[in-house]
């Protein structure tokens, strides 16, 4: 289809399009608007409506400059590239200055090592006694207390709507409780 329009360097209407793809390239009749709106979408066919009329069109010379333009800024990425490169290779060669391996480097990553694997240890036993931990108990406490507290809470919400479902419906309150599943000995938690 870009053939048609470099060859030419003309402008053209959708319906000149549907007439002459077919005959010049072999673009079925029925894909032309779709191919032709799909270069568009893709910058590569300029498009203008005047009056009622849709017109479209690209020369040689758009596509030329979006190419250059296109060279031009993949250079420029490259030359990025490069010099990000260049640098990370400097900072490598700059951290491998005082990293040579002698037997102090050796002595000293070898007791960090063993530092670290004590500090593992040491985390684990800790996590261990958490349980005994003043604060820990104190925040199970705590947690029990709003617990208990909520429990009592929706405790009187239950007693609350079963007296209110006596006064209303007449209800016996060891019927209400064996409809709704309420144990017998269901009370407040002390």
């Not at 053209?12 to 079925?28: N, R, S």
């Amino acid at each position: 289809m870009m053939e048609i329009f470099f060859e030419t360097k003309d402008v053209f209407q959708l319906k000149d399009m549907e007439k002459i793809a077919p005959k010049e390239k072999g673009i079925t009749a029925m894909s032309v608007k779709e191919i032709l709106q799909s270069l568009v979408d893709d910058g590569m066919v300029d498009t203008d409506r005047i009056g009622t009329s849709n017109y479209f069109w690209a020369f040689p010379s758009k596509a030329l400059h979006a190419r250059k333009r296109k060279l031009e800024a993949l250079e420029t990425q490259l030359a990025e590239s490069s010099l990000k490169k260049e640098r990370l290779q400097q900072n490598i060669e700059k951290s491998k200055i005082g990293r040579q391996e002698t037997a102090e480097r050796a002595a000293l990553t070898k007791e960090l090592a063993t530092l670290r694997q004590k500090k593992e240890h040491l985390k684990a036993e800790i996590d261990q006694y958490k349980e005994c931990d003043p604060d820990v108990v104190e925040e199970i406490r705590q947690a029990n207390k709003v617990a208990k507290e909520a429990a009592n809470r929706w405790t009187d919400n239950i007693f609350a709507i079963k007296s209110w479902a006596k006064r209303k419906f007449g209800f016996e309150e060891n019927r209400i409780d064996k409809s709704f599943g309420i144990p017998e000995d269901f009370d407040y938690i002390d």
